[in-house]
């Protein structure tokens, strides 16, 4: 019996990714074993685990409930080997239960190596950076070995962007992290993406690119073959032309248009599909542009598209969303509820997709808070009373 009690405990650290070694460990489990409507105590969990002077033998019930959470009918099952042991490919829930115990506790360098294992397990569990990156949202070089960890893996280079959720980088930080340890070894490709990144984080400030520069970056969009860095390099190309002259001109917007339709994959939409039209429909908000596409028939068809389909984000299925109830293509009562609390998912949703009288009424925080020159508050203030 102590052989497989034993064997049962190993197989519930397996379970949840973590040592239960304390007694914070054992009130964690016991939330995370509700969720599957096992009723265990930490109180309990503590004594099955030596770390109560109080320790008794388990009761039976105990025993079959914690089986049932390792995948077994019961304890006598789990005892015989009698059901298949669960799957890898483990519950969203399960993953973000395990890489929140490693930040609860403080153990970052454990959660970027629980996600890194998550990754070479399946590429799909990808979506942990999103919420990894929220608790690494810091000053500039914290996590610094953390960070490098991420760069020197093939795989978490390939996520390592979305650890700043927050793509207006308050602080600087992921511009530092990004410049230290994932450009010094990037290739081709990537290196085009920092420089977008930190490209627009400048347009956004109210910064204007000078021609020679646009130029040479219309070049670098046709070379790369992403859709993602293309879709990255439009939406700065409409928003610099809106920052130069105060309105976006016809030839830059059809230029753009036909480009991102000529990419698109029919009905098959994926991750970057949706991101691309999204971005556009973002910066066609900003610069007050709607008007222009309001009317393309397969322009309001990917739209519609991003709002409705599966492989949307609410950042880019808002922008879609708002560009057709401007355009009139929309129905009043088809509503979708921005509730991201992500910093640039904030901040997207208030300047760029909200009203003036909201924009007013938050300019404390676009000024003092974002730190973004209040002129260029008051520019697009008046280019939103114009249209």
Known sequence: MHTEIAALRRSLEKRVGVS??????????????RKFDIQVSYSTLSRLFGLNQNAVQPREQTL?????????QDFSTFCNRQHPRPS???FQNDLLFQLEVFLISGDVKGAVQFFLQSLEENVHHCFLALH???????????????????AAHRLGRLYFYQFYIDEDDLTGAFAFSLKQYFLPNAQKEETLFVRLYTLRKEVMQGKVLSTSYIDELK?????????????????????NEWLLHGEVSKSVLDAVLMSVLSELNGMDFQG????????ISRALLFTKSVSDWSDHFEWVTACRQVVFGAFSDLEFQSAAQRFLQQG???LGNQ????????????????LFLQSNTAIRRNIHFFTQKLGIDERFIQNLLAAGSKA
């Open 20 to 33: 239960i070694d304390s007694i914070a460990r054992c009130r964690q489990v016991e939330v995370w074993l």
């Open 64 to 72: 079959d409930a914690l089986a049932r959470a390792v995948g077994y």
């Open 88 to 90: 890898v490919l483990r």
């Open 132 to 150: 990894l990156g929220k608790y690494m949202y810091a000053q500039k070089g914290e996590y610094a070995e953390e960070f490098k960890a991420l």
């Open 219 to 239: 070049k670098a969009i046709v070379e790369v073959k992403s859709l993602h860095l293309r879709s990255r390099g439009w939406e700065i190309l409409i928003i």
């Open 272 to 279: 970057e599909e949706c991101a691309a039209v999204g971005r």
């Open 328 to 330: 009139s293509n929309f």
């Open 335 to 350: 509503q979708m509820i921005y509730q991201s609390d992500w910093p640039n998912a904030y901040f997207t949703s208030q």
